[in-house]
């Protein structure tokens, strides 16, 4: 479909969804949305951060997939991607001091495609905001930033790989970002690229017969930037590919920097050559700020809102968020959007009634084994105890299968812990199911539904 039609769809469904959601949910998730693209299968939509990405897919993927079959009088499923500047097919970037490489791969490339360049800018791909300046240091993320850093300066020569991780919302991607600010800058070729998008790649490679391509295409960059390698787990074919990139990449002096929610020997699912592998540089990991550096970030984002916020205020929202970066800024946000709207000061006492509204907003749709699988069990329609017990049809095996996954992804539970939970089953039979869904979920349609469905279900 041509791009004109696209918009006017998406203008449309938007104008649907403005109706049925509140005002501040559609200003800060839907607002700054594109659709981008449509075919008969499915409707792209672009969003700005990755942590948009994440939030229509787990909270809004119904609704809006329910309104753009609406507007299009067609099933379609609905694609969520980052808006870069410039960005190859598969999503990836390559960035040099002087060109942006975009890969030819699409049907009819032969073996020995090689890489088409076209000008751009040197950064394009990465976010303006996540450089090494607006990174807030503190001693929680001290290590991790200084290693990031020696990377940034001297990639290839000293922590090689660099080994990233820490839960939700801390800073990771941000380094990674960092890194490649200061290393396309100067003229490197850096990739970044998420552990989904690489394995995309991998499979269209496969799909149309350009493996060379996609080699040349991660073997030849100076600086490749991994991000959130724990999505890679359970698809035996890409840990292969990734295996001998690493492998390639590490022989020949180039950076390899990886973020990951949790360390290399927790990662059950990846295979123990890739996780051995991660151990040889540097493992650094960022714990949830204190105080001291929470009040810093707070006052630096307001400094960047342009809005004046008193100390005592900001005290008051370091001491009660406390989990992550992006509740503090999220917490932050929300103040300062009502502050506008009601066109009032941020007080101590407008702050201390948001963030006790938000504070049961997070209480209500906290997560527990047994809301997953309460979750799992609607959406397939069999009975919890039939996910506990010994039952071998395709339907309820395949139900406990997305449990495992769930389980394991969402709450971050040892496949031991899954097993015990679901009836007493062996971690080599949770790897099997956690790793079965993880390796079709992105070629599956069906399966990527259902399992974007029960999250919306968990965390409504």
Same mark, same amino acid.
């Given at each position: ?168 919302? @801390? &800073? ?6 960092? +890194?490649?600010?200061? *290393? ?5 070729? %850096? !990739? ?112 960047? @809102? &342009? ?6 205020? +900001?005290?008051?929202? *370091? ?5 992550? %970066? !992006? ?134």
């Amino acid at each position: 479909m041509n791009e004109q039609s696209t918009r006017e769809i998406w203008k449309a469904v938007l104008g649907e969804l403005q109706l049925q959601l509140p005002r501040p949910t559609f200003e800060t998730w839907l607002k700054n949305t594109d659709g981008v693209s449509y075919d008969e299968d499915q409707f792209v939509v672009e969003a700005p951060t990755p942590f948009a990405v994440a939030w229509l897919e787990r909270r809004m993927y119904n609704a809006i997939q329910k309104t753009v079959e609406k507007v299009t009088e067609r099933p379609l499923d609905v694609v969520f991607r980052v808006r870069q500047g410039h960005e190859a097919e598969n999503g990836s970037v390559t960035l040099t001091g002087q060109t942006l490489e975009l890969e030819s791969g699409g049907p009819g490339s032969g073996e020995n495609d090689t890489a088409v360049k076209s000008p751009a800018q040197p950064v394009a791909a990465f976010y303006p905001k996540y450089t090494f300046d607006s990174f807030v240091v503190g001693p929680s993320n001290q290590l991790a930033y200084s290693a990031a850093r020696a990377v940034a300066d001297a990639p290839g020569k000293s922590y090689n790989p660099l080994f990233i991780y820490s839960g939700v919302g @801390l &800073g990771k991607t941000h380094l990674l970002h960092a +890194i490649g600010h200061s *290393a396309a800058s100067r003229g490197l070729a %850096v !990739r970044y690229v998420t552990s989904e998008q690489f394995t995309n790649d991998f499979i269209t490679s496969i799909a149309n017969r350009t493996t060379e391509a996609f080699r040349q295409r991660y073997r030849s960059v100076e600086v490749l930037l991994l991000d959130d390698v724990q999505f890679m787990s359970g698809k035996e074919q890409t840990h292969e590919s990734f295996f001998h990139t690493f492998n390639d990449l590490h022989n020949s002096g180039h950076q390899i920097v990886i973020t990951s929610d949790r360390p290399p020997k927790a990662l059950a699912l990846l295979q123990d050559r890739l996780r051995s592998r991660f151990e040889w540089g540097l493992l650094a990991d960022i714990q949830p700020p204190d105080l001291e550096t929470r009040m810093a970030i707070l006052l630096s984002k307001a400094k960047n @809102l &342009g809005v004046r916020v008193g100390e005592n205020v +900001i005290e008051l929202i *370091a001491k009660r968020v406390h989990n992550n %970066v !992006r509740e503090l800024e999220g917490s932050l946000n929300r103040m300062v959007a009502q502050a506008e709207l009601m066109s009032e000061p941020i007080t101590v006492q407008s702050a201390s009634r948001i963030l006790e509204e938000l504070t049961a907003d997070t209480e209500r749709h906290a997560i527990d084994p047994e809301r997953i699988l309460e979750a799992v069990s609607n959406h397939f329609r069999v009975g919890t105890d039939s996910l506990l017990a010994r039952g071998r049809t395709q339907k309820i095996a395949h139900a406990r299968q997305v449990a495992m996954y769930l389980l394991i992804n969402e709450l971050e539970m040892t496949p031991t812990q899954v097993g015990r939970l679901l009836g007493g089953r062996d971690h080599a039979t949770v790897i099997h199911g956690a790793g079965k869904i993880n390796g079709e979920i992105n070629e599956d349609t069906h399966l990527r539904r259902d399992v974007l469905s029960i999250k919306e279900a968990i965390f409504a």
